[in-house]
């Protein structure tokens, strides 16, 4: 298995880079090609994963091992593919992904492409207090910010994300967020009970 390439980068395209060394252009799948865009023309090094199947073998790429290793770890969950792991290192922060697993946040890791309700409470179950391997000097991990809205009946949601459009602080809605609660209402009722609390 190949560690990684080094060698001059001669193409960024939507979907892959092209690394050559050696006189051979290697196609590279990366989840972010453009950000290898800065380096073209310049000799770089790759880190790279090979995935070997009965029709194909394909070279996937990135900038660092943390990447790498979150990428092999993402794979040996139930229902993640290469392309669906390759997306969720490519669609967030590594530091925030380990912390969303680690604080069992399923609803920030649905937020990643082809990540439904299902496949994240997989990725929690299966790698949940497996991740220290990666370099903690690399990656620091932060406890996940709730956000206000977490938890909250579709329609009290509404009525609060409406509010924060409006230019209402989280402080303020944190107020009246109790009393909106008690009752059951339409967003359109709680926002309208919410802007009669905040202004009585």
């Known amino acids: 298995m190949y560690d990684y390439i080094k060698g001059i ?12 060394a050696g006189q051979i252009g290697y196609s590279i799948i990366t989840g972010n090609p453009f950000s290898f865009s800065a380096l073209e023309g310049k000799e770089t090094k ?6 070997v199947r009965e029709d194909s073998l394909t070279l996937f790429g990135f900038k660092t091992l943390e990447e790498r290793f979150l990428f092999k770890k993402l794979l040996s969950v139930s229902g993640i593919g290469p392309k669906s792991a390759l997306a969720i290192i490519a669609s967030g922060d590594a530091a925030k992904l380990i912390s969303a697993i680690e604080a069992e946040d399923d609803v920030f890791l649905t937020k990643f492409p082809s990540v439904g309700k299902k496949t994240a409470r997989q990725i929690i179950l299966d790698l949940k207090g497996k991740l220290g391997d990666v370099a903690v000097n690399e990656i620091q991990v ?5 956000e206000l ?7 009290l949601e509404e ?17 009246v967020l109790p ?4 009752e059951k209402l339409s967003s ?3 926002i309208k009970l919410a802007l009669r609390l905040m202004t009585s």
């Not at 790759?46 to 995935?51: A, F, G, R, T, W």
């Not at 809205?149 to 329609?155: E, F, Q, R």
């Not at 609060?160 to 944190?174: F, I, N, T, V, W």
């Open 9 to 20: 980068i001669t193409a960024v395209t939507p979907e892959y880079i092209v690394v050559e």
């Open 149 to 155: 809205t977490d938890g909250l009946p579709p329609a």
């Open 142 to 146: 932060e406890p996940v910010k709730q």
């Open 46 to 51: 790759v880190y790279l994963y090979q995935n």
């Open 188 to 190: 359109d009722e709680a």
């Open 179 to 182: 009393k909106l609660k008690e």
């Open 159 to 175: 009525a609060l994300l409406a509010l924060q459009a409006l230019g209402y602080s989280d402080r303020e809605l944190k107020k």
